[in-house]
């Protein structure tokens, strides 16, 4: 309902980040009413008079004078809660919430169809990049082959002061916490569950298949170190956050979160700092190449207020992949190549390698590159990251004779 200058109203539950990003540019515009907006910290010093606060999201959920919601909460469990409640009602939505998507998707697109609402997340993949709406609009019909990249700033922000400003991971970890592009709980982004989140929605939308995130191989950026780094330099290649998913040559789908070794020539070389990237491929169309901020109050703010005006103009995501009665389904196991360093050669568990080699001089750090299945990662991922392994997947191009030379310059380096 469009208030008395014919402004269309907006309630806004959660004022981190993004809903001050969000806030921010609705202001700059001046095209909506600004109703209602809900926090849950009463005494958190805020930029807005108290007056324009609630604490209570019913106040929001059950004010029928508003056009609709904007759920920018960071708890998953109640964000759920309140889009529900708001679907069930039939009511317009917006989300950021990308770990609340993936793992509820079949319930949030049925309840869209059950009762006519509408819940559009562009903000939750990839910040500013409109990824979804690419996918949906432009490739509803079109197979797709692959679609990869860097889909979390943090963590590009982090490998990448480490890889050009020599920093520590602890002194990039919080420049990007203090940036506001690291989630409230910063092991989400460092682990690897914001990209895994992010790829499995995009999943839904370019395949047309719903993943359970704790299905995925998933390794993070957590235990990065110097020596992984410069191996990296050495090597001619940069360490990025990569997530894929991707139809294999046997026409199943493949998805992962993985470190990766990535050479200048891979669009993602160059995706720096807070920036995502996502390479996609279609059947028709070939590549296409995405660039943008990935995370970033304003940024993801602009990709919210993008689904609030498109929301209000009427658009839903019509989920065509997911209703074609053919959709690919989901590949039993993959070769893998990767790195692995973790220090305490004793600890290392008996891994099923398909072939390995071991290099490095130094008795305390394993260093291996090999090839290994991917179930047999995801059953030892646990003890992997218990004894703070770092894993990377590593192109073909980087030969193990390119590798193992990297490693003796780094050596000799060091030495
Ligand atoms: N923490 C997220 C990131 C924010 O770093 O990418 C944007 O989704």
Known sequence: MSDKRGKRKIGILGFGC?????????????????????????TKDRPLPATAFTFDAQELLQDQSLDLLAELISDPNEALLLVRQALQEGKTVVSANKKMIAENLPELVELQRQYGGTLLYEAAVCGSI??????????????LQEISGILNGSSNYILHKLDAEGLSYQEALQQAQVLGFAETNPTLDVGGYDALHKICIIAAHAFGVVIPPQEVLRFGISQVSTQDVA????????????????????????????????TPDSELYAVNAEFNGVQ?????????FLKGRGAGSHPTGSAVWADVSAALAGYKYNYAKLSAAATATVAADALLRVYLRVEHRGELPNLPWQEVTSFGVNSQVVQLLGTIYRSDLLQHRQELEALGAFIAQVPDELTEEKLLRAAAVTELVAA
């Open 280 to 288: 996609l491929q279609a059947k028709f169309a070939g590549t296409q």
């Open 18 to 42: 993004v809903g001050q990003g969000l806030y921010d540019v609705l202001q700059h515009n001046q095209l909506l009413d600004v109703a209602n907006i809900c926090v849950k910290d009463k």
């Open 130 to 143: 409109p990824i979804l709406r690419t996918l949906e609009a432009y490739y509803g019909t079109e197979p």
């Open 231 to 262: 191996l990296a330099q050495a090597a001619g290649a940069r360490i990025k956050l990569v997530a894929s998913a991707k139809i294999n040559t046997q026409g199943k789908l493949e998805v992962q979160v993985l470190p990766t070794f990535v």
